[in-house]
């Protein structure tokens, strides 16, 4: 799979992306985590209505290699799960930026997205650069 990082996307150091349109956060996880884990075989996500926190765990992804927590990168409260991956997180590697997003939120303070990377920043964090 060849590693993409959409500008328009705000990554952490954890791997998990924020597309920000208006006051609705989506949140995922890059292409490059999906490579990373190899085979995903279990997400855990919260329920629409729970309240996110950034930098605290708000669910996990499990692969044949590990289980890994994911971070929230915004704090607010989730407006939309995509239960399509929830059901078949093995599709998260057909498409992380699209139909493989996680969770939608409604931030809270968009200021907390200042120190997120930007897409040039991240991949020379992931590729050592």
């Known amino acids: 799979m060849a ?34 884990l190899g085979d995903i075989v279990f997400l855990e996500l919260p329920e629409v209505g729970d309240a996110l926190t950034k930098g605290e765990s708000f669910g996990t992804i499990e692969s044949v290699k590990a289980v890994e927590n994911l971070y929230a990168a915004v704090s607010g409260t989730v407006v939309e799960r995509n239960d399509d991956i929830v059901e078949a997180p093995e599709q ?38």
């Open 3 to 36: 590693l993409e990082y959409p500008s328009d996307l705000k990554y952490q150091d954890s791997h998990e992306y924020v597309r920000l349109d208006g006051d609705i956060a989506t949140i995922g996880i890059s292409a490059f985590a999906v490579d990373q």
């Open 92 to 129: 998260l590697a057909d498409d992380p930026y699209g139909e493989g997003w996680l969770l939608k939120v409604r931030i809270t303070d968009s200021s907390e997205l200042d120190d997120a990377m930007s897409a040039d920043e991240y991949q020379a964090q992931v590729e050592g650069e």
